[in-house]
């Protein structure tokens, strides 16, 4: 079945270390993005990549990295520099680059204790 | 920028009652229109999308949602619900009057919708 695959789902760290957040897809898919869910604000754009070797900042970047070295795989780096890192992460691709139609992956929580 | 306003935080409503989710945006300019659904601890799933044509629009599980584009609106409805539509529900907009907003869905802050007997 093709779809969106995060890892992990569950994600606990201390304060003051990186954690990388895995992303892969098998649809085929050019476009990728990274949301970040917070009770009661919707989804928040950090990042997208609308091809491979190529990446863009969204609307909350700072504290975060990505990197796009193959079309399949998109992985999230929450820094140190992130200030409040606990929340949902969310991963999707896009098929169609004319209507934005975003599919998800199941997500990630990450805790920071 | 787009801006996308969900009127209501909580829908309580009673297993078989209809049910209607507001969600206004702040331009009347050319836009594509998302409704989705997410369940606990789980992505996003579309549940139905307007980009041109006819301005009622059917979607899974018996939503539905109307473009009305002088009101800057895309409410949904369902007629009857069930306790599986127990679940958080967003409504999202993609600007098409610029080229780098490809892809760039701006969501609402979301609908709980809680389903009683």
């Known amino acids: 079945d093709g779809g969106i695959t995060q890892s992990p789902k569950y994600l606990f760290r201390k304060e003051g270390q990186n954690v990388t957040l895995s992303c892969e897809q098998n649809l085929n898919h050019d476009a990728m993005y990274w949301y970040r869910q917070d009770p009661g604000q919707g989804l928040r754009l950090i990042y997208y990549?609308?091809?491979?070797?190529?990446?863009q900042k969204g609307d909350i970047a700072e504290g975060y990295s990505v990197s796009r070295e193959k079309k399949e795989s998109f992985p999230l780096t929450v820094t140190s520099a992130q200030k409040n890192p606990t929340a949902f992460y969310l991963c999707a691709s896009s098929v169609d680059s004319n209507t934005g139609e975003l599919f998800f992956g199941e997500g990630s929580r990450l805790t920071v204790l | 920028a787009q801006s996308v306003t969900q009127l209501d935080s909580q829908v309580p409503v009673f297993e078989e009652a209809p049910v209607e989710l507001r969600c206004n945006y702040s331009?009347?300019?050319?836009?594509?229109l998302f409704w989705y659904v997410q369940y606990p601890n789980q992505g996003l799933q579309l549940l139905l999308k307007?980009?041109?044509?006819?301005?009622l629009v059917k979607g899974i599980n018996g939503f539905e949602a109307e473009f009305n584009k002088s009101q800057t609106s895309f409410h949904l409805r369902k007629p009857s619900v069930h306790i599986s539509d127990t679940a958080e529900y967003f409504c999202a907009v993609s600007d098409l009057r610029k080229r780098d907003s490809w892809g760039k869905l701006q969501f609402g802050a979301g609908t709980q919708v809680v389903v009683t007997p």
């Open positions: 307007y980009l041109s044509g006819s301005t």
């Open positions: 990549s609308q091809i491979v070797n190529d990446f």
């Open positions: 331009s009347s300019v050319s836009v594509y």
